[in-house]
């Protein structure tokens, strides 16, 4: 199945996101727990020694250096290297009825870990990542041990530098599993499959296959799907191929194709809400006419013989769900739609006029804001013609002025107040884009932008 919606992260947002989650591992690795060493070792012509160490505090755990790369094919590979760390303890020592204790700095240098991230996808379409593999490799470990007995420390410090070196390359590795599970892999899951837009409708981001790394970039192919929150009917129709420009610039773009904005229109078509009814009430108090039988008598002379001074009705309905065009020029569709005038009798019931049928031209400005995609709509040149009519023959032509107002001012603002609000991109928790982009592809709509991640 072609994705109806494309992630795609750059090296640039992969980079960000490593500064990001290596601050996080900086931290969790500050928090290691070691574990008291305890054993013996023989010395000739001394014989057993007996040692113990505890209370082992790890002071500092820095990453200076790292970087994360791209795996074609595999997933993400992050190194660091020159990491280093200090610690602090106790020493206890035996030696035949001779005992001695004290103190003793470590620290731990050159310090260079490796780790392979796998990423796919679960049964509900949310984004997995795991740590394929670990390495970790200390290069120095420098110990200085405060007590009485020199010689013997020197012997002593080397047992504990070798101890400390492959406790510390087994200890490192398992807190970096564990802080994969326990903070990245929950962290993606916030990435939101489903988004709810209003009452009637939603949108499907899930993923349709695991996401797929190449020597630039990472690209996350979701199903982009507005659905009926009434009706889950099939799409009349399904996504095209969708290619992705050759554009790195930004940390992450978004390919939103056609059948995103057409699944949205068929959506709210089968939810109703393509149904606008327009009274005298809501036309602005700038406009020098009313919604009534005097007014439109005007045009169609015996309307005020059969409803005299009556006021009126105008519902606007789509016919079928209009579909959207996206070429390199821009944005635009051609609606059609249906106005059924009614007059309001005494009794508050409807009277049936007349039924035209109105399409235009109509154009769309696309932009990104608070991470939402949001549209302007603009109306050209329209046409009327006479569907049908319950008071007798009229020139159509002679109310255009009266539906162009009608459109450009009462309907047209009502949607565009709705597409301010915008429809949500995928994003996970706490990020924030800036610096938007947007270009016009054949089939498909590009958006980019740069990422701003917000700690709790």
């Given at each position: 199945?072609?994705p109806?919606?494309v992630v795609r992260?750059?090296?640039h947002g992969l980079n960000y996101a490593?500064?990001?989650?290596v601050?996080v591992l900086?931290k969790?690795?500050?928090q290691l727990?070691?574990?008291d060493?305890s054993g013996?070792?023989?010395i000739?012509?001394v014989?057993k020694?007996r040692y113990e160490i505890?209370s082992?505090?790890?002071r500092?755990?820095?990453?200076p250096?790292?970087?994360?790369?791209?795996v074609?094919?595999v997933?993400?590979q992050?190194s660091?290297?020159?990491?280093f760390?200090?610690?602090?303890?106790?020493?206890?020592?035996?030696?035949?009825?001779i005992?001695?204790?004290?103190?003793?700095?470590?620290?731990?240098?050159?310090?260079?870990?490796?780790?392979?991230?796998r990423?796919?996808?679960d049964?509900?379409?949310?984004?997995t990542?795991d740590?394929?593999?670990?390495n970790?490799?200390i290069?120095?470990?420098?110990?200085?041990i405060?007590g009485r007995?020199?010689?013997?420390?020197?012997l002593?410090?080397?047992?504990m530098e070798?101890?400390?070196r492959?406790?510390l390359?087994?200890k490192?590795c398992e807190?970096?599993?564990?802080s994969?599970?326990?903070e990245?892999q929950p962290?993606l899951?916030?990435?939101?499959v489903?988004a709810?837009i209003?009452t009637?409708?939603g949108i499907?981001?899930?993923?349709?296959?695991?996401?797929t790394?190449?020597a630039k970039s990472?690209d996350?192919?979701?199903?982009g799907k507005?659905?009926?929150?009434?009706?889950?009917s099939?799409?009349?129709?399904t996504?095209?191929?969708l290619?992705m420009p050759?554009d790195?610039?930004h940390?992450?773009y978004?390919g939103v194709?056609?059948?995103?904005?057409?699944?949205a229109?068929f959506?709210?078509y089968?939810?109703?809400?393509?149904v606008?009814?327009?009274?005298?009430?809501?036309?602005p108090?700038?406009?020098?006419?009313?919604?009534?039988?005097?007014?439109?008598?005007?045009?169609i002379p015996?309307?005020e013989?059969?409803y005299p001074?009556?006021l009126?009705?105008l519902?606007?309905?789509?016919?079928?769900?209009?579909?959207l065009n996206?070429?390199?020029q821009?944005?635009?569709?051609?609606?059609v739609?249906?106005?059924?005038a009614?007059a309001?009798?005494?009794?508050?019931s409807?009277?049936?006029l007349?039924?035209?049928?109105?399409?235009g031209?109509?154009?769309?400005?696309?932009d990104v804001?608070s991470?939402?995609i949001v549209?302007?709509?603009?109306?050209g040149r329209?046409?009327?013609?006479?569907?049908h009519?319950?008071v007798?023959?009229f020139?159509?032509r002679?109310?255009?002025s009266?539906?162009?107002i009608?459109a450009?001012?009462?309907?047209l603002?009502n949607?565009?107040e709705?597409?301010?609000r915008?429809?949500?991109?995928?994003l996970?928790?706490r990020i924030?884009?800036?610096e938007p982009l947007?270009?016009?592809?054949?089939?498909?709509?590009?958006?980019g932008?740069?990422?701003h991640?917000?700690?709790?």
């Amino acid at each position: 199945t072609n994705p109806g919606f494309v992630v795609r992260i750059t090296q640039h947002g992969l980079n960000y996101a490593h500064q990001q989650a290596v601050a996080v591992l900086e931290k969790e690795l500050a928090q290691l727990k070691l574990p008291d060493i305890s054993g013996d070792f023989h010395i000739r012509k001394v014989g057993k020694v007996r040692y113990e160490i505890s209370s082992l505090d790890l002071r500092n755990f820095y990453l200076p250096h790292s970087g994360i790369s791209l795996v074609p094919k595999v997933g993400l590979q992050v190194s660091i290297s020159n990491a280093f760390a200090e610690v602090n303890g106790n020493w206890r020592v035996k030696i035949h009825f001779i005992r001695d204790h004290g103190s003793f700095r470590l620290k731990v240098e050159n310090i260079y870990i490796k780790i392979n991230l796998r990423l796919g996808s679960d049964a509900s379409g949310k984004p997995t990542v795991d740590t394929s593999d670990c390495n970790s490799r200390i290069s120095k470990v420098r110990i200085h041990i405060s007590g009485r007995f020199g010689w013997l420390y020197n012997l002593f410090h080397t047992i504990m530098e070798t101890r400390f070196r492959k406790i510390l390359e087994s200890k490192v590795c398992e807190n970096v599993v564990s802080s994969v599970h326990r903070e990245l892999q929950p962290y993606l899951q916030t990435l939101p499959v489903t988004a709810n837009i209003g009452t009637m409708a939603g949108i499907d981001y899930s993923l349709v296959a695991p996401p797929t790394v190449t020597a630039k970039s990472l690209d996350v192919d979701l199903k982009g799907k507005f659905f009926s929150l009434a009706h889950h009917s099939a799409d009349p129709f399904t996504p095209l191929a969708l290619a992705m420009p050759p554009d790195y610039d930004h940390m992450v773009y978004f390919g939103v194709s056609s059948y995103f904005f057409n699944t949205a229109s068929f959506a709210y078509y089968e939810a109703g809400a393509m149904v606008f009814e327009i009274t005298d009430s809501m036309i602005p108090k700038d406009i020098d006419f009313h919604l009534n039988t005097p007014t439109f008598s005007a045009f169609i002379p015996q309307l005020e013989k059969m409803y005299p001074d009556m006021l009126m009705k105008l519902r606007l309905s789509a016919p079928s769900a209009p579909f959207l065009n996206i070429g390199p020029q821009g944005l635009s569709l051609q609606p059609v739609v249906d106005i059924q005038a009614y007059a309001i009798l005494p009794n508050s019931s409807l009277a049936p006029l007349f039924l035209l049928s109105l399409t235009g031209n109509v154009s769309a400005v696309i932009d990104v804001k608070s991470g939402h995609i949001v549209g302007n709509l603009t109306v050209g040149r329209m046409k009327l013609s006479l569907k049908h009519s319950n008071v007798g023959t009229f020139q159509v032509r002679t109310l255009q002025s009266i539906m162009n107002i009608v459109a450009s001012k009462i309907l047209l603002p009502n949607l565009n107040e709705r597409l301010s609000r915008g429809f949500p991109l995928p994003l996970p928790d706490r990020i924030q884009l800036s610096e938007p982009l947007v270009q016009f592809h054949q089939n498909f709509l590009l958006l980019g932008a740069n990422v701003h991640y917000q700690p709790r």
